[in-house]
């Protein structure tokens, strides 16, 4: 996953150069730890991370 990154709003880990989940142009490639959220509505750990869409997200942004 070397040319995703992850957006610094919403974690969100895409390989376009806008976050198609926020549109927030504000990305970086400094991220670490994925967490693939396939039932957000079940999962305990995207409700705390307040995470509505499936998806990849990253769980770590480096600055």
Known sequence: MADYKACKS???ITDKSECPVCGSKDLTAKWNRLLIVIDPERSEIA???NI???GEYALEIQE
């Open 47 to 49: 409700k705390k991370l």
């Open 10 to 12: 919403c974690r969100y």
């Open 52 to 54: 509505a869409l499936k």
